[in-house]
């Protein structure tokens, strides 16, 4: 059995997004940009796929931008948003993405801002009282916290972050690459000033994602070059990657419910299982349901002697999962997230994540798999 149980770094794509993508492939081909009708007919396509994602997150079209990535859109958000608004103090956490953590490093290095980190407890969890003392302690502050860690699955409460920042006049962006399509999220209430999407996140194509600009706060662009996207970000736009994006959280909408109990349901079967089957296994992150993102189980294992083997012998076992981050795939450096949350680094650990095709039967092998190896190793 083949089972793939690393969703958390992409997902795979939903037969109905190929198909709506393979007909623009056939039929729409001219330049967006171009005045002519093969133009016309590809821009009216982004258009309308802009238009369904704003009416999804209940924003104007016109503060959707598409970008290439979730990775493009949180530099986009943390540069233009320190740089144009000449912010001195930007506040994160060790626990964030590489996207935002080491963009902020390279603004700190390059003497534009002081970096903070704001306390956060051995779950994952933010201290409010610590953001908000660093929010007090400074001037007008830039904060990045992401919604959902994509290690160890722990949520931040963005509607309290709002508040925060929104009560010190501070610029507040949000990761919500590993949320988006998975929660709602009514853009008319949050008091985000960006959020970002990766279309791979939610069975949606690669090489696409879209950053949300909230009217209140104006940028110039990242990337020069031309006027496309009303003259945010220069590049011919990815149109078979627009209208796959707009499909896939089209879809993640209407099915979202049944989805996320499912996909919890198995989440919450893994963990019973490997409770009763693995002695000393541990989770790290969060694990209740309202606390915790849906899609993602990080396993803590008992100490063992093959401990940096695991993840390949279960690669051997047909189990695709992962020790952390894709993005940091091909290093030697243990998770900057494990490690900033102090989990005892002699345990190894693995990051299981969901999906909708995901099954039981899966669910059964993969913890029948972790038993053998954690018996042999013991």
Same mark, same amino acid.
Do not use: W
């Given at each position: 059995? &083949? ?16 198909? =709506? ?9 001219? $330049? ?12 009216? #396509?982004?258009?309308?796929? &802009? ?38 103090? !930007? ?29 956060? @407890? ?12 660093? *929010? ?53 209430? *949050?008091? +985000?000033?960006? *959020? ?36 945010? &970000? ?10 796959? #994006? ?5 879809? !993640? ?6 989805? =996320? =109990? ?68 091909? +290093? ?11 989990? $005892?680094?002699? &345990? ?15 669910? @059964? ?14």
């Amino acid at each position: 059995m &083949r089972v793939y149980l690393d969703n958390a770094a992409t997902t795979p794509l939903d037969p109905e997004v190929l198909k =709506q993508m393979f007909q623009v492939m056939e039929n729409t081909y001219g $330049n967006p940009s171009s005045i002519h009708g093969h133009g016309r007919e590809a821009r009216t #396509l982004i258009e309308r796929s &802009r238009k369904t994602i704003a009416n999804l997150l209940h924003t104007s079209p016109a503060e959707i931008f598409f970008t290439s990535s979730g990775t493009e859109a949180d530099n986009t958000a943390i540069r233009c948003g320190i740089i144009d608004h000449n912010i001195k103090h !930007a506040i994160t956490s060790h626990l964030e993405h590489h996207a935002v953590i080491h963009t902020m490093e390279a603004l700190e290095k390059a003497g534009l801002i002081k970096l903070s980190f704001v306390n956060v @407890d051995d779950k994952g969890n933010i201290d409010h009282d610590h953001l908000e003392a660093l *929010l007090k302690g400074n001037d007008r502050s830039f904060v990045s916290l992401m919604h959902a860690n994509n290690e160890i699955g722990t949520l931040s409460d963005m509607e309290r972050i709002g508040d925060l920042c929104a009560a010190y006049n501070a610029i507040y962006h949000c990761d919500t690459v590993q949320t988006m399509g998975h929660y709602r999220h009514d853009l008319s209430k *949050l008091k +985000t000033h960006f *959020l970002v999407c990766a279309g791979h996140k939610l069975h949606g194509p690669k090489g696409v994602g879209f950053l949300h600009i909230n009217h209140r706060i104006k940028i110039k662009p990242f990337i020069y070059g031309g006027a496309q996207e009303r003259n945010m &970000r220069g590049g011919t736009e990815n149109i078979y990657g627009i209208v796959g #994006l707009a499909k896939a959280l089209e879809i !993640a909408y209407a099915e979202m419910d049944q989805h =996320q =109990q499912y996909i919890q349901g198995l989440k919450s079967y893994m963990m019973a299982q490997l409770i009763e089957k693995v002695p000393g296994i541990g989770f790290n992150g969060e694990t209740d349901p309202a606390k915790s993102l849906y899609t993602v189980l990080n396993v803590s294992f008992p100490e063992m002697e093959m401990a940096d083997m695991l993840l390949f012998n279960l690669d051997i076992a047909g189990i695709s999962a992962s020790g952390g981050s894709a993005c940091s795939s091909g +290093t030697d450096i243990g998770s900057h997230v494990l490690g900033a949350i102090g989990a $005892n680094p002699a &345990r190894p650990s693995v990051r299981f994540s969901f999906s909708k095709y995901n099954t039981r039967d899966e669910i @059964d092998y993969t913890v029948a798999k972790v038993r053998e190896l954690c018996l042999v190793s013991a």
